[in-house]
């Protein structure tokens, strides 16, 4: 976070030059992540990510080129400063392998119309890829009232 908050270019240069780059950074930085990627390239059960999975991903990424827009959004999110003022109907899933669970007190604070808030039993920082049906059912969720 610090390298992707601070100099987002100086690792977006080898996300964009290089696919086994950007398939080294993928895979080694986020240590939740990490064992669900040990687990499927060692072949074992556990984990939700597969092989393929994890080659999609990392294909998408490289063919949109957006390594280094990825990174830069941490750049430019260092510079925000949350006042509690956001008033958009909000939704927030709290997952366990994320590197900062936000409380409900904060994100209630933070977010004055919240609609939404639950706790989950799995997921990390890449919740969508890690556990697309769960992501997908608590988007579901989140936003069923506004139909």
Same mark, same amino acid.
């Given at each position: 976070?610090? /390298?992707?908050s601070?100099?987002?270019?100086?690792?977006?240069?080898?996300?964009?030059?290089?696919?086994?780059?950007?398939?080294?950074?993928?895979?080694?930085?986020?240590?939740?992540?990490? /064992?669900?990627?040990?687990?499927?390239?060692q072949?074992?059960? /556990?984990?939700?990510?597969?092989r393929?999975?994890?080659?999609?991903?990392?294909?998408?990424?490289?063919?949109?080129?957006?390594?280094?827009?990825?990174? +830069?959004l941490?750049?430019?999110?260092?510079?925000?400063?949350?006042?509690?003022?956001?008033?958009?109907?909000?939704?927030f899933t709290?997952?366990?392998?994320?590197?900062? +669970?936000?409380? +409900?007190?904060?994100? /209630?604070?933070?977010?004055?119309?919240?609609?939404?808030?639950?706790?989950?039993?799995?997921?990390?920082?890449?919740?969508?890829?890690?556990?697309?049906?769960?992501?997908?059912?608590e988007?579901?969720?989140?936003?069923?009232?506004?139909?």
């Amino acid at each position: 976070m610090i /390298e992707q908050s601070t100099r987002p270019q100086t690792i977006g240069y080898s996300l964009a030059d290089s696919p086994a780059g950007l398939a080294a950074w993928m895979l080694d930085h986020d240590p939740h992540s990490y /064992e669900q990627l040990a687990h499927a390239f060692q072949g074992y059960p /556990e984990g939700s990510l597969t092989r393929d999975a994890i080659l999609d991903n990392i294909t998408l990424y490289w063919l949109t080129n957006t390594g280094t827009s990825a990174a +830069r959004l941490y750049w430019e999110n260092a510079r925000v400063v949350y006042k509690g003022e956001i008033s958009v109907p909000a939704a927030f899933t709290v997952f366990p392998g994320e590197l900062w +669970r936000a409380p +409900r007190t904060w994100v /209630e604070k933070t977010y004055k119309n919240l609609i939404y808030f639950n706790e989950v039993d799995k997921g990390g920082h890449f919740a969508a890829w890690e556990q697309p049906e769960l992501f997908a059912s608590e988007v579901r969720a989140a936003f069923r009232s506004l139909r």
